[in-house]
């Protein structure tokens, strides 16, 4: 039997369902003599904003249990840099690129995937509406600039638009089915989760915005809750992220009904993840006796 673990995602031809998720990946480029591409579905860069972003001030990182805290704040070069230095390198690599944009306003976000256009080669955009390292309100949880961006964009867009969501909402499956009536191609669920920690030598945070998003093994059984949910909502394909680390990992988000997974704090301890990770899917397949890896979405049995 022939394991299958290549899919089509909106359209684009993956080797395999692993994504890097957005911000561990950096540009795409610093990390390419490290990892085997060909283990690789799709990059996903770090979050591309309009005008260039210095980010939170140190410290921006702690460690917690299983897993990380973060509030690096969408430092980035703008876009205007990323394409004139940065996008061109990794779009001669022999894997799909997807550019993570952000924006304070409807506006940014349409300006900059504007000047992403002219770049034939990139796969999708995936609008980062989560991001809870920054001052203002979540987009995701303004429902009504959350829909105007991504009807916007969408228009005006030559890729497909891939929403991202934030898990600090009352009804992650419902905010899943506004994306899709906005025109959303597909949904990532999901971003970090909010917490902090305090070191009990000196008393203060360990980060400098107090709080900040949590990712890592910790946060996989509340992110695979909200895959679960929004698969029976919406018919567009869903990217699953949050703590995978393995195989086995992926499989659970496949069966709660990802078509694609990201996989990003487990690459920041271990580049090699993603081929370890297609290995153990192959595997898992072949004993499974199953010939595809799509035959594994949404299959949980109740």
């Not at 684009?12 to 003599?33: H, M, Q, R, V, W």
């Not at 980010?55 to 897993?67: C, D, H, K, Y």
């Not at 796969?123 to 001052?135: D, G, H, I, R």
Request: glycine share 6%.
């Amino acid at each position: 039997m022939k394991n299958n673990i290549n899919i089509d995602f909106i359209g684009i031809k993956l080797k395999t369902p692993l994504l890097t998720a957005s911000g561990t990946f950096g540009y795409g480029d610093e990390l390419t003599d490290l990892v085997d591409l060909n283990k690789i579905g799709a990059i996903v860069t770090k979050t591309i904003t309009f005008e260039a972003r210095s980010g939170n001030p140190q410290p921006r990182i702690a460690e917690v249990s299983s897993g990380m805290l973060n509030t690096i704040g969408l430092q980035n070069v703008g876009v205007q840099k990323f394409v004139e230095n940065k996008l061109e390198n990794i779009l001669k690599q022999n894997v799909p690129v997807i550019v993570s944009v952000a924006g304070a306003c409807t506006d940014d976000y349409i300006k900059t995937v504007k000047i992403l256009n002219a770049f034939n080669k990139i796969s999708a955009v995936e609008l980062n509406l989560s991001c809870p390292n920054l001052k203002k309100t979540i987009i995701s949880q303004d429902i009504n600039l959350f829909s105007d961006i991504i009807k916007k964009v969408k228009k005006i867009s030559k890729f497909p638009v891939i929403a991202k969501l934030s898990p600090q909402v009352q009804d992650i499956a419902s905010l899943s089915q506004t994306a899709q009536d906005c025109g959303a191609d597909a949904v990532t669920l999901t971003n970090t989760f909010p917490a902090m920690a305090i070191d009990i030598n000196t008393f203060k945070p360990k980060l400098s915005t107090v709080k900040g998003g949590m990712s890592g093994p910790c946060v996989k059984p509340m992110a695979l809750r909200c895959v679960y949910d929004a698969y029976q909502k919406i018919k567009i394909p869903i990217i699953g992220c949050g703590g995978i680390c393995s195989g086995a990992d992926a499989v659970e988000f496949f069966l709660a009904g990802a078509r694609c997974v990201s996989i990003g704090t487990a690459a920041l301890v271990d580049p090699d993840v993603f081929e370890s990770t297609a290995k153990e899917l192959e595997e898992y397949l072949k004993n499974k006796k199953i010939s595809n890896i799509k035959d594994l979405i949404g299959k949980v049995k109740l």
